[in-house]
């Protein structure tokens, strides 16, 4: 999960980028590695948050900012990446109702608490969840695919094959280059040319995933990994957010 805070005011800013960075860690038990911390970035003006809004699935975003207002960004924002979900952080609670329209997931206050912050980003993250989009071939086109339709993954030499409800898609990476760009909440490897998305296992069967009619092996090695995960999953996710069968 990559996290943006768009806030004029730099202490505001930092403050709740420490916030952020804490809760974060404390999601993943206190392993957060360099690369991940480095997820959580501060942009000091809407126009820089814009340039590189692509790489973000949560903003922080405040209301009053110079030269571009904070709701004109997020309108901005729905435009160039309709995924991505908004919390508004501002000191300014009287125009909380400004933030239907930009459809912000969250409004949270200056100064920041930490609790009201991890509800915002636990809500904005489920909201986001599978809404992250790959790009891959389908009958020769280039086409944008939404991580949510992914069934799984097949690996094969010097491609992979994606599988929706209704269609195989097709793309010249590997499986391990893939699997970078899933999300990782969603998405786990069984064995060596497999992904499967967790949200569309009907059952488990010892060493066994039953998808979409279909049994998928887990490798010996990958099983307390394979199972770490969809444990996680069913207890943070499955129950808010119904399964896309």
Known sequence: MRVAICDDELLAARQLERIVKKILERETGGTATASEDSRVRIFTSGAA??????????????????????????????????????????????????????????????????????????????????????????????????????????????????????????????????????DERLFVRTDRGTVVNLAYVQQEEGDTFVLAGQKFKIARRRREEVRRAYIDFRLKYRGSMGVWQ
């Open 49 to 182: 948050l814009l340039r590189e809004i692509e790489n973000f699935d949560i903003v922080f975003l405040d209301l009053r900012m110079p030269q571009m207002d904070g709701i004109d960004v997020g309108k901005e924002i729905l435009r160039r990446n309709p995924g991505c979900r908004i919390i508004i952080a501002s000191g300014e609670w009287e125009r909380f109702k400004e933030g239907y329209v930009i459809r912000a997931a969250r409004f949270v206050t200056k100064p920041f608490d930490e609790e009201e912050i991890a509800e915002a980003l636990a809500e904005a993250s489920h909201m986001w969840l599978g809404e992250g989009v790959i790009e891959a071939y389908f009958e020769n086109r280039k086409l944008p695919l939404r991580q949510r339709e992914i069934r799984y993954i097949l690996s094969y030499d010097g491609y992979v094959r994606i599988y929706t409800a209704d269609r195989i898609y097709r793309r010249e990476t590997s499986l391990e280059k893939i699997l970078e760009l899933l």
